[in-house]
Structure formats: C-alpha cells, structure tokens
Nanobody, 128 residues
Framework: QVQLVESGGGLVQAGGSLRLSCEAS????????MGWFRQAPGKEREFVAA???????????YTADSVKGRFTVSRDNAKNTEYLQMNSLKPEDTAVYYC??????????????????WGKGTLVTVSS
C-alpha cells in the first residue's frame, strides 16, 4: 500500500522555522516529482514547492514565488523522504500542508491535477 505521511507541523511564532517531512512507502519514488501544496481556510489549494527528477540521483528544486527565499525543498532518496524547510514564517503561511507525488513534469505537477498520491496533511499555524 502506497502511503505519504507528513510530519513536523505545529504552532510557531512569526519569524520562526519549521521543517516538514514526508515519508513515502509502498513503492520507489525515484522518478516521481514530489512536493508540497497548502490550503488555508477559505482559500484554494496552492503549489508550494517540489523536487523533479533529472537523472540518476539528481533533482531540481522548484519553489513558488510566494515562498521563494524562505522555503527550501529537498529530497533524501535513501530515506524515501521529502522535506520542506520553512524559515521566516508569516501568519499568511498558516495552512494545512500536503505532500504529493506524481509521475509527471513539474509544470503539470504544480497545477495539482493528475497527482498520483496525496498525504493526509499536517497543520502549520503561525501566530503574529
């Protein structure tokens, strides 16, 4: 059974940091694009960041403009885990963060459609 399990969410003050982890199991995700979406209350789901497979064990990282310079996405293939390091958090970063995986290009992935696997989400709350 394929699973994506997020962890690392919680309550943090503005300006603080959190690191989210997404542990994948049930299959090999080497060639998958993996990444993060978020959904704030009353808002649509939005793309946050992703890693896209190039060749061998190399990946390219992509981040949305809204988090660029503050969030860093990375992948540890040996652990089958995707990470999202979030620094300089703002109240507007408050959302449920979802891990996702798709055998697709990052341009398709970031639309949120055609995702093969979704995690259940982890809540991040940033207080002002």
């Amino acid at each position: 059974q394929v699973q994506l399990v997020e962890s690392g969410g919680g309550l943090v003050q503005a300006g603080g940091s959190l690191r989210l982890s997404c542990e994948a199991s049930g299959r090999t995700f080497t060639r998958y694009t993996m990444g993060w979406f978020r959904q704030a209350p009353g808002k649509e789901r939005e793309f946050v960041a992703a890693t896209s497979w190039n060749s061998g064990t190399t990946y390219t990282a992509y981040t949305a403009d809204s988090v660029k310079g503050r969030f860093t996405v990375s992948r540890d293939n040996a652990k089958n885990t995707e990470y999202l390091q979030m620094n300089s958090l703002k109240p507007e970063d408050t959302a449920v963060y979802y891990c996702a995986a798709a055998l697709a290009s990052v341009s398709d992935f970031r639309t949120g459609y055609g995702i093969d696997y979704w995690g259940k989400g982890t809540l991040v709350t940033v207080s002002s």
